[in-house]
T-cell receptor
């Protein structure tokens, strides 16, 4: 079974530039999450989708971050404009829609803002 | 709100030593508890989980018991190997409130030396 695919693996941009990350979840997984993992900290949820609808985006900095999952499959997370403090690993995860189910994580995209 | 506190690292052990990584949690509902592991250059992987009080999760020689009375889920292994070197994350999800996302601790880096 293919895992969660993310691209790119690494990205370096200058502050105030824009960047986009892509995620393809495991086939059949209705729930998709984006997490931000700053160095030395645990992952923090940015946004949760159920199919193509947003379940929770309360911790997404909406002035600069946006995410979509238009067809309920793959998803894109965008940052515009980027700040130095956005340097982190951005993790995508997916799970089946039922309760008490395991979340599977991609390898992440490491973003460095200079 | 829900939160997880785990012991600070890094932890350095000799091969075959006993490992304990402490984890305590705060939750408004009745959460499921997880340990995830992140090996160098790889994504987060589920190591073990427990869904109710007194459950013991186990995998690859690691164990953790869900202790409701002490709100703890400490990770243990009787004899660590060099290949166990990784970052370990304790996490919870309160499925009693719906398909809620994982809340992670800050992670504990384990280094095992031969």
């Amino acid at each position: 079974e293919a895992g969660v695919a993310q691209s790119p693996r690494y990205k370096i941009i200058e502050k105030r530039q824009s960047v986009a990350f892509w995620c393809n979840p495991i086939s059949g997984h209705a729930t998709l999450y984006w997490y931000q993992q700053i160095l030395g900290q645990g992952p923090k949820l940015l946004i949760q989708f159920q199919n193509n609808g947003v379940v929770d985006d309360s911790q997404l900095p909406k002035d600069r971050f946006s995410a979509e999952r238009l067809k309920g499959v793959d998803s894109t997370l965008k940052i515009q404009p980027a700040k130095l403090e956005d340097s982190a690993v951005y993790l995508c995860a997916s799970s089946l829609a039922d309760l008490s189910t395991e979340a599977f994580f991609g390898q992440g995209t490491r973003l460095t803002v200079v | 709100g829900n939160s997880v506190t785990q012991m600070e690292g890094p932890v350095t052990l000799s091969e075959e030593a006993f490992l304990t990584i402490n984890c305590t949690y705060t939750a408004t509902g009745y959460p499921s508890l997880f340990w995830y592991v992140q090996y160098p250059g790889e994504g987060l992987q589920l190591l073990l989980k427990a869904t109710k009080a007194d459950d013991k999760g186990s995998n690859k020689g690691f164990e953790a018991t869900y202790r409701k009375e002490t709100t703890s889920f400490h990770l243990e292994k009787g004899s660590v190997q060099v290949s166990d070197s990784a970052v370990y994350f304790c996490a919870l999800s309160d499925f009693t409130s719906g398909n809620t996302p994982l809340v992670f601790g800050k992670g504990t880096r384990l280094s095992v030396i031969a």
